[in-house]
């Protein structure tokens, strides 16, 4: 008889505990075990329910008698999809990053998306960088030594109401990066997609079924984010590329 009615898997607990994801000194041990205790309940399980349609199911999959099944929670509102994809600027010169996330742990890589972007500026690159979101690593994240030398070019904007007001950053971005150490189904880069806005991701999580390969990064990866950063953002063929197949898919 199964141990567990229903289990909902909606993270990785091996990518949560990752290096770099949180500084505990048990880490290891914390992913080593919630990583075994979830791969027990699915297999244990009546029914199990996924956010991604199989990078989590590999991972931890159902047992052989359980029934399994995906499903997003994510609902857009049609005033949330562009009515067109975008037209790249032959002219422009000036590039603009968003990055949307918590910033109460570092699971959605701010730390690494800042020291990405100061090094394609060192590198010459006209680039500037917002951040939407707020939390207690904040603090440690304006104190990087990155952000001083990215000084004006890097904007942290706090927490956004959910709707309209993000939309409207999104709509000012050429770029949209998320390069997260650990994700089930991310919510903020679907909500980019759907504004049309060319995307990088990270190779954890739901990210692969989202984006193409050529559009992920390793995670924790400073120097391919930058490289991948402005192999992006100087082909405009590309770009409006990605803008098409994001909306597509979105």
Do not use: W
Not at 44 to 65: D, F, H, I, M
Not at 203 to 224: I, K, M, Q, R
Request: charged residues 25%.
């Amino acid at each position: 008889r199964p141990e567990f009615a229903l289990v909902e898997v909606v993270g990785d607990p091996y990518d949560v505990f990752a290096p770099g994801a949180i500084k505990h000194p048990l880490r290891p041990l914390f992913r080593q075990i919630f990583s075994r205790r979830l791969r027990h309940q699915c297999d244990n399980a009546q029914a199990c329910s996924y956010v991604t349609e199989k990078k989590l199911q590999l991972r931890y999959p159902p047992g052989s008698g359980s029934i399994s099944t995906h499903y997003s929670s994510i609902e857009l509102p049609p005033e949330a999809i562009a009515q067109t994809t975008r037209q790249p600027d032959l002219n422009k010169s000036e590039f603009s990053i968003i990055h949307v996330g918590s910033l109460h742990h570092l699971y959605k890589a701010p730390d690494v998306l800042i020291n990405a972007v100061a090094r394609c500026a060192s590198s010459g690159m006209n680039v500037r960088l917002a951040i939407i979101g707020d939390g207690r690593m904040r603090a440690d994240l304006q104190a990087m030594p990155a952000v001083k030398k990215l000084g004006k070019r890097l904007r942290f904007l706090g927490q956004f109401p959910a709707g309209e007001a993000i939309r409207d950053e999104l709509d000012k971005a050429d770029l949209f990066v998320l390069p997260s150490r650990q994700e089930g189904l991310p919510r903020a880069m679907i909500e980019a997609m759907a504004r049309a806005l060319p995307c990088i991701g990270s190779t954890v999580g739901g990210f692969p079924e989202l984006l193409p390969h050529e559009d992920l990064v390793p995670p924790d990866n400073t120097e391919a984010l930058a490289r991948k950063v402005q192999e992006v953002l100087m082909d405009k063929d590309r770009m409006q590329r990605m803008s098409q197949r994001n909306l597509e898919k979105a």
